[in-house]
């Protein structure tokens, strides 16, 4: 068991990647990690977890939760993270930051050591009242680099093509 709580523990901490320049309460990894799923499925041999069924998981000021969550390791080390969801929901409170983190999309994946993060469909992170939304959200902290994608264009039952461009809203600095 306690080779499946350190999993959790990496999972963790690297879903504080999902903000740019943030990183997560430095206090989250000395809390409690709480799992609620209808069901889990653990093999040490394949080196998958995967939870099923309203999935959430707490720690400290993180909050995942999501349909499916699936960990999956290498040698006993996270190597990728699913989370699947309509949608799939993260929030974490980042050190000297006022404000959460959130981000949520159907398809989250996190890659650990690659240090890259991968939203998928109806993406959308925030920081505070900034938003930024796409069909697809591509965050590479290692080089901190940031990709978005729009969907497909598609026709609507109406015949006119859908807007599938990316959305960025930054609020105006405050002046003291």
């Not at 349909?67 to 390791?73: E, L, Q, W």
């Not at 980042?94 to 949520?104: I, L, M, Q, S, T």
Request: hydrophobic share 35%; proline share 3%.
């Amino acid at each position: 068991m306690s080779k499946r709580c350190t999993n959790i523990f990496i999972f963790s901490f690297i879903c504080t990647l999902y903000a740019g320049d943030i990183l997560a309460l430095s206090s989250d990894k000395d809390k409690p990690m709480n799992i609620a799923a209808n069901e889990v499925e653990m093999n040490d041999k394949k080196g998958v977890t995967v939870y099923r069924g309203n999935v959430e998981i707490d720690q400290g000021s993180m909050h995942v939760k999501g349909d499916t969550v699936a960990i999956f390791s290498i040698d006993g080390e996270v190597n990728k993270v699913v989370i699947i969801g309509r949608p799939a929901k993260y929030r974490q409170r980042p050190d000297n930051k006022p404000v959460d983190v959130r981000a949520e999309a159907e398809r989250m994946e996190v890659y650990a050591k690659k240090q890259f993060v991968h939203l998928e469909r109806n993406a959308k992170v925030w920081q505070g009242q900034d938003v930024f939304t796409g069909h697809i959200i591509d965050y590479d902290a290692k080089n901190d680099i940031v990709k978005a994608r729009g969907a497909p264009r598609t026709a609507t039952k109406s015949g006119k093509k859908s807007d599938s461009r990316i959305r960025i809203t930054i609020q105006p600095k405050k002046k003291k």
